[in-house]
């Protein structure tokens, strides 16, 4: 399977972004899917996830309210809006597929064993 990821770029604080994660090789249908972003000298953490249905979805706290995972799995993408950013939203983005379908929605990077190459978003203040 292949995740690519996409939309990243340059963006002023306060501005938007759309990411998307294009799945291929496999089916995304029944699995849960996230997205991780690690920034420099950081840890990779995680950002948000989205059930495998798309009834579900949860956040880190500091993103909640400005951005949205949502799925398509007839175009097999997943997206990552995100509004109002800040400087601190710096970070390579990472989309990932869970391990087993119609799992638990885990926010736990071991969850997740395809991860796509990683997108930077880089907001500027």
């Known amino acids: 399977v292949q995740l690519q990821a996409s939309g990243g770029g340059l963006v002023q604080a306060g501005g938007s972004l759309r990411l998307s994660c294009a799945v291929s090789g496999r089916t995304l249908a029944g699995y849960n899917m996230a997205w991780f972003r690690q920034a420099p000298g950081k840890e990779r953490e995680f950002a948000a996830a989205?059930?495998?249905?798309?009834?579900?979805?949860t956040y880190m706290d500091s993103v909640k309210g400005r951005f949205t995972i949502s799925r398509d799995n007839g175009k097999s993408t997943v997206y990552l809006q995100m509004n109002s950013l800040k400087p601190e939203d710096t970070a390579v983005y990472y989309c990932?597929?869970?391990?087993?379908?119609?799992?638990?929605?885990?926010?736990?990077?071991?969850?997740?064993?395809?991860w796509g190459q990683g997108t930077l978003v880089t907001v500027s203040s």
């Open positions: 990932a597929r869970d391990k087993d379908r119609f799992s638990t929605l885990y926010s736990r990077p071991t969850s997740y064993d395809d």
């Open positions: 989205i059930y495998w249905n798309g009834e579900l979805t």
